[in-house]
């Protein structure tokens, strides 16, 4: 239904207008008190590179995130990723992740970035503190905040806004009656945009998710995904139809695709139930790092990662770079 609403083949959003408006004054009053400095945002002592989004859930974040860290770290930089941590609940705040760290403390995203590329992650609801807590606790050069933009208490020195190529800004209104977090105008005052498959605009990176090969959340042998058989598809995402979409490219039709909502809890029990005996469950990596501790022999899960234009990407690297000399 909000997908129907937010998408634009529904008129019935206009009912949600008044709500609507009052989301967009107060999000705008709040960006104006720190662009006229009636409040005063703290600025880290090393650049902040924020990654985030203007419309809810399922854009390509996470990925770009991932790539943006290793790619920094091939170029000799030591980032470190500070995070909300939506979905966890640690017993404190800020929260260093080590290897013990569970999505359940930390939020699924974190645990995600830290075991894909190895740098240090903290997350906490302020995310002043969640940097304090990075330069307190290693030799960190650059900062990259997961998601974020609209946390203005936080100075910045580069916004990269991810957008869904297909799905784009739908009816382009604020929430709930559409899914802007700030309208598409916001794009004139960031420094990249970058477009997640669909067809890029005029000054948008294009970016596509390429999957590699599937993992067992067990024994984490690797295999091609298209090996598997009797498929049946889970993903707990922002949009799920996008990974259902992607293991049809992939050559899989799922035997039963199965939603759940974004940062879903699981239980062995749940999961168990989707997939029977002579069945594979085949799940996203975010899904896999919530099941991994109680996964059965027939669970995997498929890893993506984000791929651009060879020198568009290197363009805005450099870009990255520079900003340590500043």
Same mark, same amino acid.
């Given at each position: 239904?909000?997908?129907?609403?937010?998408?634009?083949?529904?008129?019935?959003?206009?009912?949600?207008?008044?709500?609507?408006?009052?989301?967009?004054?107060?999000?705008?009053?709040?960006?104006?008190?720190?662009?006229?400095?009636?409040?005063?945002?703290?600025?880290?002592?090393?650049?902040?590179?924020?990654?985030?989004?203007?419309?809810?859930?399922?854009?390509?974040?996470?990925?770009?995130?991932?790539?943006?860290?290793?790619?920094?770290?091939?170029?000799?930089?030591?980032?470190?990723?500070?995070?909300?941590?939506?979905?966890?609940?640690?017993?404190?705040?800020?929260?260093?992740?080590?290897?013990?760290?569970?999505?359940?403390?930390?939020?699924?995203?974190?645990?995600?970035?830290?075991?894909?590329?190895?740098?240090?992650?903290?997350?906490?609801?302020?995310?002043?503190?969640?940097?304090?807590?990075?330069?307190?606790?290693?030799? #960190?050069?650059?900062?990259?905040?997961?998601?974020?933009?609209?946390?203005?208490?936080?100075?910045?020195?580069?916004? #990269?806004?991810?957008?869904?190529?297909?799905?784009?800004?739908?009816?382009?209104?604020?929430?709930?009656?559409?899914?802007?977090?700030?309208?598409?105008?916001?794009?004139?005052?960031?420094?990249?945009? #970058?477009?997640?498959?669909?067809?890029?605009?005029?000054?948008?990176?294009?970016?596509?998710?390429?999957?590699?090969?599937?993992?067992?959340?067990?024994?984490?042998?690797?295999?091609?995904?298209?090996?598997?058989?009797?498929?049946?598809?889970?993903?707990? #995402?922002?949009?799920?139809?996008?990974?259902?979409?992607?293991?049809?490219?992939?050559?899989?039709?799922?035997?039963?695709?199965?939603?759940?909502?974004?940062?879903?809890?699981?239980?062995?029990?749940?999961?168990?139930?989707?997939?029977?005996?002579?069945?594979?469950?085949?799940?996203?990596?975010?899904?896999?790092?919530?099941?991994?501790?109680?996964?059965?022999?027939?669970?995997?899960?498929?890893?993506?990662?984000?791929?651009?234009?060879?020198?568009?990407?290197?363009?805005?690297?450099?870009?990255?770079?520079?900003?340590?000399?500043?």
């Amino acid at each position: 239904m909000i997908e129907t609403l937010w998408s634009g083949r529904s008129v019935l959003y206009v009912l949600l207008l008044p709500l609507s408006w009052l989301y967009g004054l107060v999000t705008n009053l709040i960006r104006l008190s720190y662009v006229r400095g009636w409040r005063k945002a703290w600025r880290a002592p090393v650049p902040v590179v924020i990654v985030g989004n203007l419309t809810v859930g399922g854009n390509g974040k996470t990925p770009v995130v991932v790539w943006l860290v290793q790619a920094l770290q091939q170029r000799g930089l030591r980032p470190g990723v500070v995070s909300r941590g939506y979905g966890g609940k640690a017993d404190h705040y800020p929260l260093l992740l080590n290897d013990q760290t569970s999505s359940q403390q930390a939020g699924d995203e974190p645990v995600l970035i830290y075991q894909r590329t190895g740098a240090p992650v903290a997350v906490s609801p302020v995310r002043k503190e969640a940097v304090q807590a990075l330069l307190s606790g290693g030799d #960190i050069d650059i900062v990259i905040t997961d998601d974020g933009l609209q946390h203005y208490a936080l100075a910045r020195d580069f916004e #990269i806004v991810v957008v869904d190529g297909q799905r784009r800004f739908g009816n382009g209104w604020w929430l709930p009656a559409g899914p802007m977090r700030e309208r598409v105008s916001r794009l004139k005052s960031v420094d990249a945009v #970058i477009t997640n498959g669909g067809n890029a605009r005029s000054g948008e990176l294009p970016m596509q998710l390429q999957p590699g090969q599937a993992v067992n959340l067990k024994t984490h042998e690797m295999r091609p995904v298209n090996t598997l058989e009797n498929v049946v598809a889970m993903a707990g #995402i922002g949009h799920p139809p996008r990974f259902f979409a992607t293991l049809r490219q992939q050559g899989i039709e799922p035997v039963r695709e199965v939603s759940f909502a974004d940062h879903q809890e699981y239980t062995q029990p749940l999961l168990a139930a989707l997939a029977t005996e002579g069945h594979v469950l085949l799940m996203t990596e975010k899904d896999a790092v919530k099941a991994r501790h109680f996964a059965a022999d027939n669970w995997w899960y498929l890893p993506v990662d984000a791929q651009f234009p060879m020198a568009e990407s290197a363009a805005l690297l450099d870009r990255i770079v520079a900003l340590r000399a500043n």
